[in-house]
């Protein structure tokens, strides 16, 4: 558990060591002078100072910050802990104003960020959230190019279904629904969880050929067996609901599904179907649990369920690619969760998705070790490939919500400074600093919700 911890705080390290390198290299590529680059935030453990920059670790090692000289306003530092003036309280004993002053003094002002073009700043703040999607990329190749892409392949049609009258046949690979473009099986899955009832468009090949048909969702009421949990990658139990029959027999979160009545399941999906076989009847399942095996019996609850059915599925099998195909299929990888991100967050402004959707360092921190223990029995190898994936979409989200025009935030900067392109000038500093200040208030607040929500949702 500690391990893993460690490795989920030098993974979010790594992120945002990268997103502030952005900041910083920019920087010094445009002459400014950078006052700080801070991993971290909170008191500072150590720092070393080269040229005009002193390079800081500090306590709490979630967030960072690139302190450029003569930024006035609001300086960002990613976990969203910032001063009035861009310094930490401990940096210096000075007031905040003389503090500034000497800094002017020991520098030259020519190399102050406010000194330089609109341009140059505006390349400088968007240069972290491109260096995120640069390091989402970079994993997203040693991955793709390890173990393949998971191309949108029907890996089973249900007789007389929906998909079955549609025409569609396993080994199909599905490229578009409703003008919806699919490069991976996970689109599919992230769409049909989003828009279950709605008639689908869908273009597929077959053995080199492009074909169209409609597949029209089936309302339906079932009464089926279940034990009241939900099943994620590998098997693994994301989740267990009170009172159920699995919460009573003893299976817990985390839990590795091992083999369910005698049988092994090979993927995530026939855990179900195996259960509803049992008819009712006690079964005995064994997971893994902190690398042991845990026997457990469990009398799965008849209850009823509603769905819109397609009779179709794909289950994600890996497929390797070409070099060419791996970089290609790196680029849509990282644009799928830039979108699946953006639709997200469109999502929580139409009541589809809501505040307790969201996680923070503690819920990612727990979902690592989940995902490094269920992954152990796979090697080492495959462990490492669980965590880029975790980096891939983490750097990918962490550049797309920096990139949001809100106050405190990287988006919230460019936007005044794309006003400053329009009106030809820049907006008041007082004004500027008094949105991101309001801005960053309410960032905190909503971070310290989020951080409780997060360690009570561990118990």
């Known amino acids: 558990m500690i391990l893993n911890i460690i490795i989920a705080i030098i993974m979010i390290g790594l992120i945002v060591l990268i997103h502030e390198f952005g900041h910083f290299i920019v920087a010094k590529a445009n002459g400014v002078a950078v006052v700080e680059f801070s991993i971290g935030f909170g008191p500072k453990l150590f720092g070393i100072k080269k040229g005009d920059t002193e390079y800081c670790l500090k306590l709490i090692p979630?967030?960072?910050?690139?302190?450029?000289?003569?930024d006035d306003m609001l300086t960002q530092s990613d976990d969203g802990s910032e001063d009035e003036n861009g310094e930490d309280e401990d940096s210096d004993d000075l007031p905040a104003k003389e503090r500034r002053e000497e800094l002017l003094k020991n520098y030259d002002a020519d190399k102050a960020f406010a000194a330089k073009t609109v341009w140059s700043r505006i390349a400088i703040i968007a240069a972290g959230p491109v260096f995120n999607f640069l390091l989402a990329f970079v994993f997203a190749v040693i991955i793709i190019g390890s173990v393949g892409t998971d191309p949108c392949t029907v890996d089973v049609v249900e007789d007389s279904s929906p998909a079955a009258a549609a025409?569609?046949?396993v080994g199909d690979e599905i490229t578009k629904i409703n003008n919806n473009g699919i490069a991976f099986s996970k689109?599919?899955?992230f769409y049909q969880a989003y828009h279950a009832s709605d008639t689908m468009n869908i273009t597929y090949k077959r053995d080199g050929q492009k074909y169209t048909t409609?597949?029209?969702?089936?309302?339906?009421?079932?009464?089926?067996?279940?034990?009241?949990?939900?099943?994620?990658d590998n098997t693994l139990v994301a989740s267990v609901s009170d009172n159920s029959a699995a919460s009573k027999a003893g299976i817990e979160k985390g839990d590795v599904i091992v083999s369910v009545d005698g049988v092994k399941p090979t993927d995530d999906n026939k855990i179900p179907q195996i259960i509803n076989n049992s008819g009712g009847k006690e079964i005995e399942m064994v997971v893994k649990r902190d690398g042991q095996d845990v026997?457990?019996?469990v009398t799965p609850t008849l209850v009823e369920s509603e769905e819109y059915?397609?009779?179709?599925?794909?289950?994600g099998y890996r497929v390797k690619v070409s070099p060419a195909q791996t970089i290609l299929c790196s680029f849509k990888e990282v644009g799928y969760w830039i979108e699946t991100v953006v639709k997200s967050v469109g999502m929580m402004f139409t009541g589809k998705l809501g505040i307790n959707d969201l996680s923070g360092p503690v819920g990612v921190v727990d979902s690592v070790n989940t995902v490094v223990e269920q992954s152990k029995p796979d090697g080492a190898w495959y462990v490492c490939l669980n965590i880029f994936q975790y980096i891939v979409m983490l750097s990918a989200n962490l550049g797309v919500m920096n990139l949001l025009p809100l106050p405190a935030l990287d988006g919230g900067r460019l936007l005044f400074m794309f006003i400053e392109v329009v009106r030809g000038k820049p907006v008041k500093k007082?004004?500027?600093?008094?949105v991101h200040f309001v801005g960053m208030v309410l960032l905190m607040l909503l971070m310290v919700y989020i951080m409780f929500k997060d360690i009570v949702n561990l118990f």
Do not use: H, N
């Open 62 to 70: 979630f967030g960072g910050a690139c302190i450029m000289l003569g």
């Open 167 to 169: 025409g569609l046949q």
């Open 187 to 189: 689109e599919y899955a």
């Open 214 to 232: 409609t597949v029209t969702p089936e309302y339906r009421k079932l009464s089926v067996y279940r034990l009241g949990i939900t099943i994620s």
């Open 295 to 297: 026997t457990l019996k």
């Open 309 to 315: 059915y397609t009779g179709f599925d794909s289950y």
């Open 430 to 434: 007082e004004r500027e600093g008094m």
